[in-house]
């Protein structure tokens, strides 16, 4: 990852800078506040690592720039000032993490690569296949091949759900639980009659099934291909 170190101290910044690119990161260091602002406003960074007390501009206005410049790239606050009220200063400056000097290598490595972690986006899936059988979440379709399959709410979730983990069997409890949003068994056999009209939707008129009951298990989408 690409990260900015804000560090005034030559030979602090020497070791961490040395220390992050034998990591495998891509580091820049700046060794004043100014020219720290300069670099994080120039954007690029994964993490930000910044000193609170630096020349000419201090590490938190750097870090309160960034964020009323709508910058949401994570910074980690090192300073040697590890009282409580410093700690929370730093936080509410939008810092998002805060290491206290002097620290262990690992420890700060570690941190980096947590904020590097919570900032990437998370992928959400919106189409599910398994075989010939497609799920379409932001189509809210279903084709088993060529055939469009017409699926009523609760039976999209319960098929999106079944195909979320195709090839495994789903128990009765999962599905109370992830599809109903129950938290209890309501003693009816909801399940039973959805699993049996998905089951005509999506395997009538085809050679091999692709939903099936494991005895004494639950249930489990699989694909029908021989």
């Not at 201090?58 to 410093?86: E, H, K, N, W």
């Amino acid at each position: 990852m690409r990260i900015l170190v804000i560090e005034d101290d030559r030979e602090a910044a020497g070791y961490l800078v040395k220390a992050l690119e034998d990591a495998g990161h891509a580091v820049v260091h700046a060794a004043d506040g100014d020219d720290g602002q300069a670099q994080a406003a120039a954007g690029g960074f994964e993490v930000v690592v910044v000193d609170r007390m630096l020349p000419k501009r201090d590490g938190l206005s750097i870090v309160d720039d960034m964020r009323r410049r709508g910058d949401s790239t994570p910074v980690l606050i090192l300073s040697a000032l590890g009282q409580v009220d410093d700690r929370v200063a730093g936080l509410r400056a939008g810092g998002d993490d805060y290491l206290t000097k002097p620290y262990a290598f690992s420890e700060l490595l570690a941190r980096v690569e947590v904020l590097a972690r919570r900032n990437r986006p998370v992928e959400v899936e919106t189409q599910y296949r398994c075989g010939e059988l497609v799920l379409d979440r932001l189509a809210h379709a279903c084709q088993r091949g060529s055939v469009d399959i017409p699926l009523q709410p609760r039976e999209f979730r319960l098929l999106e759900y079944l195909m979320r983990h195709a090839g495994q069997v789903v128990t009765r409890t999962m599905l109370l639980e992830n599809v109903w949003d129950y938290h209890f068994d309501p003693q009816t056999n909801v399940i039973d009659v959805h699993i049996s009209r998905l089951r005509a939707k999506i395997d009538k008129g085809f050679d091999q099934p692709m939903l099936h009951t494991i005895r004494g298990a639950g249930y489990m989408i699989r694909d029908g291909a021989p």
